[in-house]
């Protein structure tokens, strides 16, 4: 089946600082989610991005199809920001289960 | 934000026990799923309804149950919890199935079997 690796796993980073998240997928994918859980444990959808890019205020995901990948750019950070992001794709076995990538740590510091 | 509720928020019950968890959708969209949240397993399905009356297991079901007799509600039934059921469960709901089935998560409900 369908792998999907996240990097880094973890990223301590100050306010104000910018970072790039990368989401690796094995296979072709007709659409890729990203998500934020908060430390409240509340997961929040970012992007639906099947190809192309999308922007959301600081926030922007840039999916490569063909060369399976996608990019999570998060600019001036906040300690809002703080929390695991995820991505999920689609299985290929499946029509209703996401492959969900480990997720990267992210801590935002004052 | 999509208007999806989870009951109860959180629960504590004995091992052995029945437990009914309870997600709601106000957004009458036909796909609805239920996760479980692990450390060091990521979110894994458990079951998933694309209509009402149709379910079916996810990859994770063994001892769970569901049942969705109308829209918006979508039930999971742990007939008697055990230990190893203790995580956070997550309701999920989608418009379209398929590879092109874009998800929206509840809020979540902890629970913890004792």
């Known amino acids: 089946g369908i792998q999907v690796e996240q990097s880094p796993p973890d990223l301590i980073l100050q306010e104000g600082a910018n970072s790039t998240l990368r989401c690796n997928f094995s296979?072709?994918?007709?659409?890729l989610q990203w998500f934020h859980q908060n430390p409240w444990g509340q997961l929040i959808n970012l992007f639906y991005i099947p190809s192309g890019t999308k922007q959301n205020g600081r926030l922007s995901a840039t999916t490569v199809a063909t060369e399976r990948y996608s990019l999570l750019y998060i600019s001036s950070s906040q300690t809002t920001d703080s929390g695991v992001y995820f991505c999920a794709v689609p299985s290929m076995d499946s029509n209703y289960q996401l492959i969900w990538g480990a997720g990267t740590k992210l801590i935002i510091k004052p | 934000d999509a208007g999806i509720t989870q009951s109860p928020r959180h629960k504590v019950t004995e091992t052995g026990t029945p437990v009914t968890l309870r997600c709601h959708q106000t957004e009458n969209h036909r796909y609805m799923y239920w996760y479980r949240q692990d450390p060091g397993h990521g979110l894994r399905l458990i079951h998933y309804s694309y209509g009402v009356k149709d379910t079916d297991k996810g990859e994770v079901s063994d001892g769970y149950s569901v049942s969705r007799s109308k829209t918006e509600d979508f039930l999971l039934t742990l007939e008697s919890a055990t230990s190893s059921q203790t995580s956070v469960y997550f309701c999920a709901i989608s418009e379209r199935g398929g590879s092109h089935n874009e998800q929206f998560f509840g809020p979540g409900t902890r629970l913890t079997v004792l």
């Open positions: 296979d072709s994918v007709n659409n």
